[in-house]
Structure formats: structure tokens, C-alpha cells
């Protein structure tokens, strides 16, 4: 007789359960707050869309506050994480620099949810609110800060990229997709094209790279050379919904 696999026992079972419904909730969660922002979104909304009922959400969040809260770390920490892992590539620092700019490029054009959270608590910083910012830049962006300007000095010590302030060459890096997505609705008045079209989209994305391959680096051809490896390597992520794309005012 061939013997039965012991089956898990049942507080694993409901652990699992338990991680598997808190997702549901803090997934839908941020759907809602991403979009109505904290004031506006809904308990019931967030409830009806993770398919439990509301008392249940409140026995894991405790208040609508903390649920927020909850969900914009969880975002916050994937987007952590995949930057990390970015920087910690197997390559010299000018190739992860321009890896860098790339995955920013990509995060603003799908990770939406992420973008409108951020503007929301930009916000609410501007207007002396108590808010989740200061909390995330000491946990998820000094990190990031503190791996990016070690790029740099890196690259700069090592003769691979050209001496000048690594405050400018963040801003190079990273500054220019925060311009563009922020300014669509003047490329629009400015030059016939639709911003958010996805060939002006890979367009563009293809020329970030090519041109800090062709500016930071002290040896251009190379830079050159690895913008168009990295840029080859790293397909554009597929996304559907191009009206999400507007940053927010």
C-alpha cells in the first residue's frame, strides 16, 4: 500500500488563509485609495472587492487609517525591492545607472497605483498634514538614496563616468521621466503627438538610455554601446490602460 503524504496541519492551513485574505484586502485596498484617495474611498467598496465582509476588515486593519497605511507599505516595498534589485546587478555602475533610469521609466508607466498614492501624500506634506511620507523615506527611499550616490561615486572613482556633482546625474537620470510624464498635457500643445502613445512611449523610453549613454560616460562609444545592450535586455512592460497614465496636479 503506498503510504499517504501527511497532510499540513490545520493552523497552517489557516495561516495560509490568513496571508491569502489580508492580500485580497490590501490589494483592493489599494485600488480604491489610490484612486478616491484616503477621505474619499470606501470601507464597503475595498470589503465588497476583496469579497469578504467588512467586520473582517476591520479585525485585520482595526480602522480605515491603518488600512491605508498598510497597503502604501506594501506597495512602497515592492517598488523597494525591484529597485533594489537593479542596483545590486551584476555590472559596473554605469551600466546600473542606466538600468536605474530604465526601471523608473517603467515603474511611472505601470505601477500607477504607486504614482497617485505618492501625489496623494505629496500633498497632504504640502498642506502640514500628518501623512505616511516622512515614515517611507526612512524606510524604503534613504536606502535607495544612499545605493544610488554610491553608483555614482563608484563609477566617478573608478574612471567610468565623468566627474560632475552625483546630485546632477540623479536628476539626468531619473529627473527627465518626472518632466515628462508630469508635462504631457503641454507636449500635447507643443508637438502633434499623443504622449502616451505606446510607439512615442517606447520612443522615448529608448532615447533616455541612448542619451546617458551618451553623457555620462567618459568613454562614449561605450556608453553608447552598453545603452543599446541594456535597452535590448530590457523589453517594454506590457500594459493596457493608457489613461492612467497623467500625473496628477
Known sequence: MTPRTPSRPPEDA???????????ILDAALKEFSAKGLAGARTEQIAAAAGVNKALLYYYFESKEKLYAAALEMVSARIRDRSMAVFLHESSPGERILRAALDHFDRILTQREFQSLMQQEMMRLHKGEEGMLPILVKRIFEPLHAMFTSMVREGIASGELIEVDWQQMLLAAL???????????????????????????????????????????????????????????????????????????
Do not use: H
Open 175 to 249: 529627473g527627465m521621466n518626472v518632466f515628462y510624464f508630469l508635462s504631457a498635457p503641454v507636449w500635447r500643445l507643443v508637438i502633434p503627438i499623443e504622449p502616451f502613445d505606446r510607439q512615442v512611449l517606447r520612443m522615448r523610453r529608448g532615447a533616455l538610455v541612448d542619451f546617458l549613454g551618451k553623457a555620462i560616460f567618459k568613454d562614449r562609444q561605450r556608453g553608447t554601446e552598453l545603452a543599446a545592450r541594456v535597452l535590448a535586455d530590457t523589453p517594454m512592460p506590457d500594459f493596457n490602460d493608457f489613461k492612467g497614465l497623467e500625473v496628477k496636479e
Open 14 to 24: 489557516s495561516a495560509d488563509r490568513t496571508v491569502e485574505t489580508r492580500g485580497r
